[in-house]
C-alpha cells in the first residue's frame, strides 16, 4: 500500500514537474519572441537579444536558424517576403 | 592587405557555411585579414565550441588566419551607452575606430551598422566585402556568386539581391575593362580593380 501511495506520489511529481517545464519552456519561449521582434526591427542588437535571454550569440544564432528566421536584420519586413510563414509558424528552439 | 573587424554573427556565418567544398572563412581569407575582439572570439570559439563553426574558428584563431586584438581604450563608452548592442558589438566598433589600417567593420547587425556608421566608421556587410574582394580580384565572379547563394538563408529580403546586382555590374565592368584594353577577359574572375556604383 505505502509503496503503491509512493507510486502514486512520484506520477503526480513527474506531471508537475512536466507541467512546469511546459511553463518555463513557454515563457522563454514567449520572450524570445517579444525581443524577435525587437531586433527585427533594429531595436537591439544580436548581442543585446542573446544577453538579455541569458545565452551566448552561438546559442542564439542556432535558435534563430532552427526557426528558420534570419540572423541579419537589414533588409526587406519579413512580412512582406520569404520569412513571413516562419516567423509565424515555427517555434523557436534552443539547442539542448 | 584589405584588413576588416568582423563581429560574431557574421563570423559565425563564414565558418558554418560552405560553398565550392569550401568553408565561406576559407575563401575571403586569402584576400583579406580578419581581426576580431577578444569578446568575439569568447562568443563564437570558446561558447560556441560546442558546434562545429565553433571549433572551426578557434582552429582560424589558432592559426593565426583569424587576429584577436583587444580594442586598445574604450573611446566611445558614452557614445555607445544607451545603444541596445552587446559587448562584443560595442567592442568591436571601438576596435574598428582605433586599430590601424582597418578598413571596415564587418557586421550583419542593424544597429551596429547604423551606429558605426553614426561614428564616421566604414561599415559592411558580409555580402558587401564578398564584393569588395571580388573587385580587387581576390575572389572569381562564380566564387562571389556561390557564396552570396550559400549564405542567402541567413539574411532578410532584398540583401543578397541587391549583392547579386552588384557582381553582375562588377562583372560587366571588368568585361569592359578587358574589351577596352584588347585583353580577354576570363570569366573566372573579376581582375580588374572596380570603383563603379
Known amino acids: ?96 | 592587405m584589405l584588413t576588416v573587424v568582423f563581429d560574431a554573427g557574421h563570423l559565425i556565418t563564414v565558418c558554418k557555411f560552405e560553398s565550392q567544398g569550401k568553408l565561406v572563412v576559407d575563401h575571403p581569407l586569402s584576400g583579406c585579414c580578419i581581426v576580431i575582439t577578444p569578446g568575439v572570439e569568447e562568443e563564437v570559439a570558446v561558447l560556441g565550441a560546442g558546434y562545429p563553426d565553433g571549433v572551426v574558428a578557434g582552429e582560424r584563431i589558432a592559426q593565426g588566419v583569424i587576429q584577436v586584438m583587444p580594442a586598445p581604450a574604450r573611446r566611445w563608452a558614452r557614445h555607445l551607452a544607451d545603444y541596445a548592442l552587446g559587448d562584443g558589438e560595442k567592442d568591436s566598433i571601438e576596435l574598428c575606430g582605433q586599430a590601424e589600417e582597418v578598413e571596415a567593420l564587418v557586421t550583419d547587425d542593424y544597429l551596429a551598422f547604423v551606429t558605426a556608421t553614426r561614428l564616421g566608421l566604414k561599415a559592411w556587410m558580409l555580402p558587401d566585402l564578398v564584393l569588395e574582394l571580388t573587385e580587387r580580384g581576390s575572389l572569381t565572379i562564380e566564387v562571389a556568386e556561390a557564396i552570396l547563394e550559400v549564405i542567402r538563408p541567413r539574411y532578410r529580403v532584398g540583401v543578397i539581391e541587391h549583392s547579386l546586382v552588384r557582381l553582375q555590374e562588377v562583372k560587366k565592368d571588368a568585361e569592359s575593362c578587358g574589351a577596352d584594353r584588347g585583353e580577354e577577359f576570363a570569366s573566372g574572375g573579376a581582375s580588374q580593380r572596380y570603383r563603379g556604383g
Do not use: K, W
Open chain 1, 1 to 96: 500500500m505505502r509503496a503503491a501511495e509512493r507510486r502514486n506520489a512520484t506520477g503526480v511529481g513527474e506531471d508537475i514537474a512536466q507541467f512546469l517545464a511546459e511553463l518555463i519552456n513557454l515563457g522563454f519561449e514567449y520572450r524570445l519572441q517579444r525581443l524577435y521582434r525587437r531586433f527585427e526591427t533594429g531595436g537591439i542588437s544580436l548581442g543585446y537579444f542573446a544577453n538579455e535571454l541569458g545565452l551566448g550569440v552561438r546559442d542564439l544564432y542556432a535558435a534563430l536558424e532552427h526557426g528558420g528566421l534570419p540572423t541579419s536584420n537589414v533588409g526587406a519586413d519579413p512580412s512582406v517576403g520569404r520569412c513571413s510563414s516562419a516567423h509565424q509558424d515555427t517555434r523557436l528552439q534552443i539547442r539542448d
